[in-house]
């Protein structure tokens, strides 16, 4: 059983930064694919950024390519979400989510473990 929590999320004006960590505990990190999805309300969850299990390998929404990246330390069982040039659609909670495969993953239904979330507000 893994345990994932999310921190750093906040309120920050478009076109600022954030950075997210995803801690987990209680199985083997590095032989998880890790992702992060988000959710704005009335909306469905939406991918957005997944890697993965040696950290070499990463993949984008659309959406954030550019803007926002992945990367994981699995000598701390941490993975991590840098967020630049923020914008006010950008503004959902974030979740960090663990699946115990070998591809890199963009649907969520296939993953087996989720954070709680980290909410993350952009003004314009």
């Known amino acids: 059983q893994v345990q994932l929590v999310e921190s750093g999320g906040g309120l920050v004006k478009a076109g600022g930064s954030l950075r997210l960590s995803c801690a987990a505990s209680g199985g083997t990190f590095s032989t998880y694919v890790m992702g992060w999805f988000r959710q704005a309300p009335g909306k469905d969850r939406e991918f957005v950024a997944t890697i993965n299990r040696s950290g070499d390998s990463t993949y984008y929404a659309d959406s954030v390519k550019g803007r926002f990246t992945v990367s994981r330390d699995n000598a701390k069982n941490q993975m991590y979400l840098q967020m630049n040039s923020l914008k006010p659609e950008d503004t959902a909670v974030y979740y960090c989510?663990?699946?115990?495969?070998?591809?890199?993953?963009?649907?969520?239904?296939?993953?087996?473990?989720w954070g709680q979330g980290t909410q993350v507000t952009v003004s314009s």
């Open positions: 989510a663990a699946d115990y495969t070998i591809a890199l993953q963009t649907r969520a239904p296939r993953y087996d473990y």
